[in-house]
């Protein structure tokens, strides 16, 4: 199984919007059309801190790591903060998670960021078990202010 994993091409633009559809799903969000149309073309504008690396496997999109960077008062460096990964069903359970956060591991490393994070939710315990394999979860609660 040969896997690729690269940034985004306008041409990805369809295969995405139906991964993120998935995405959205699983965590039972919906989301207005604008706030979608508004993160592809971030991914795609190249000023944009919001990046995303993306998994193919015979030409098909089958995964995504959505991630920025901003500096950070506990490093001398910058942060980065993966903010959104996701799977394909069909393709879980084959090392494709681990490959896509291996990638962006040694993405962030050669920025000279200090530190990679991210979040899950508690109750997704098949992420956590890949997670836990890379660093303990440190303890913190998230709080989310809409504003």
Sequence with gaps: ???????????????????????????????????????WARLLDPASRLTGRFAFLDGRMIGFALHHHHVSTWTEGDDCYLEDLFLADAVRGRGIGRALLDDLRNLAKSKGYKRLYWHTDEANTTARRLYDTYAKADGHVRYRMAL
Excluded: K, S
């Design 1 to 39: 199984m040969q896997v690729d994993i690269r940034d985004a091409a306008v041409c990805d633009e369809a295969a995405w919007r139906d991964l993120w559809q998935q995405y959205l799903g699983f965590y039972g969000v919906a989301l207005a059309p604008e706030t979608t149309a508004r993160t």
